[in-house]
């Protein structure tokens, strides 16, 4: 079968949950798995080989300044030592595509909160980062 250009997820038409609440400032999401691998040395071969012993989990998360969303879940347990956790979940459903694709990121804690980042004639935008230790598909697209 021959890919169709229409076909291609265009983000437009992606959303963001954070714990069961929508971020309708957000405008972008990233999250990636690296693999954490061991070298190994295998007698009889000059090259050498990998194994894997687990990943990490690391995003970025891209908001428009609009509120105080950020500072608010974070602040208290911040001041209080505690590390809050979060679930996000990643939907893109672009309407010419063979269907939508949720992505639920579990146990993400976010690695810093911007207090303060303006500029003048400049739209407000914050780019969150973050790390998560598991992951699932909901819906996968399936052509």
């Known amino acids: 079968m021959a890919m169709e250009a229409k ?3 265009n983000g437009t038409y992606g959303e963001v949950w954070l714990d069961d609440v929508q971020v309708l400032e957000a405008y972008g999401l990233q999250a990636k798995i690296e693999k ?7 007698c009889g071969k000059p090259g050498t080989e990998t194994k894997m012993i687990g990943f990490t989990g690391k995003g970025t998360l891209k908001i428009r300044k609009v509120n105080s969303r950020m500072g608010k ?3 208290e347990s911040l001041r209080k030592g505690k590390d809050v956790r979060f ?3 990643s939907k893109l459903a672009d309407p010419d ?3 939508a694709e949720r992505i639920l990121i579990k146990n993400v804690s976010f690695d810093d909160l ?3 980042d303006w500029e003048a004639a400049k739209a407000g935008a914050v780019d969150v980062p973050f790390t998560f230790s598991d992951f699932e598909y909901m819906d996968a697209i399936e052509a």
């Open 73 to 75: 879940l974070m602040t």
């Open 87 to 89: 679930q996000v979940i």
């Open 7 to 9: 076909r291609v997820i």
């Open 97 to 99: 595509s063979y269907g």
């Open 114 to 116: 911007t207090l303060a």
């Open 36 to 42: 954490k691998k061991e070298e190994l040395s295998i």
